[in-house]
């Protein structure tokens, strides 16, 4: 996975990762709303604000269907190669999106187009009529991602006449709420115990930027003598990941462990898979640790509230169950009385 899902990237972080020789070239496409690398087509999605170039496209998600609408840039249509290589999966389209033009992006994830529409009306630059194509975009786990980081200060960025955002239905959808839920339970965790969180110009050091991307967490050990990248992954983790730790183990150590610190791995999962054993054992500095989610349910004054019929007698005035009791001895000896006759 190149980028993660729910986490923040500028232009410039993109093209450091996509071009990690030279990063992104300056002007062109890459200040417009896509640019194709190799397979890949980088998608700068703007979401109730204009763009940067003053084109304010309708873009919007849609909750109900759990799809995004996005469209190509003035003039564009289906018939034009890269929407052809779209369609064709010769190309794959990479979304980011934002809500201020001053913040980063926020990848989505890799979009399947549902439907297209040649031919809508839109607005260019200039605020002239021309038109340009409309897809409808479905992403996995955008129904988690939108709703989780879209707060109240900023635009709306759901269709009008909508109602409220739908709630997250699981505690660790993504790796960022599994992120969170550490970064906020650092102290509970066996972690703890020996290494803190790292600050970065005293910021928790939390999505840290790479060359290859952001890792998770980076820690330090108490002592000062070692550092601790930790890698997240909500569900099972393959072998794929050892590759992708192990570079962000490599950027920490060449930009900025000194040369008497060290640098260990740690990768976090509900589960693991067989080669991601088999790649384990072939270094010691990077561990796998499995979560667990402990689901409890808890009492409450529920049953203290209840309210008791004000017909219990029996609890009220105990001296009657003992007439009970008496009254059925002396039945069951009447009863024996008459058989005996």
Known sequence: MIFKKGSLYSRKDVGWIL?????????????TGYV???EKLIIFMNIGIPGTTNHDFDNYYDENNQTIVWYGKPRSH?????????FNGDLIP???????????FTYLGIGKVITFKDGVAVKDGKGQDTTAIELKINIEDSDFIIPSIVNETKKEIFKPDKESAPNIKSSFALEKHLETFIISNWNNTILSENYDIYKNNGKLAQQFMTRSGP???????????EFLVIELK???ASDEVVGQILRYMGYIKNSLAKSSEKVKGIIIALDEDPNLKDALSATTDVEF??????FKLLNSNFKNNIKKPKIDYVEKHPYIFVWLLCSFIALVFYILTLINN
């Open 234 to 236: 909500k569900g099972r």
């Open 19 to 31: 071009l990690p020789e030279k990063g992104r070239p300056n002007g062109g496409d890459w200040d």
């Open 215 to 225: 890792l998770d967490i980076l820690a330090i050990s108490k002592d000062k003598k």
């Open 78 to 86: 289906s018939q034009q190669p890269t929407f052809q290589k779209i």
């Open 36 to 38: 194709s690398v190799e």
């Open 289 to 294: 640790m499995q979560y667990q989610i402990d």
């Open 94 to 104: 990479y979304f980011f999106a934002r809500w201020d033009n001053k913040d980063p």
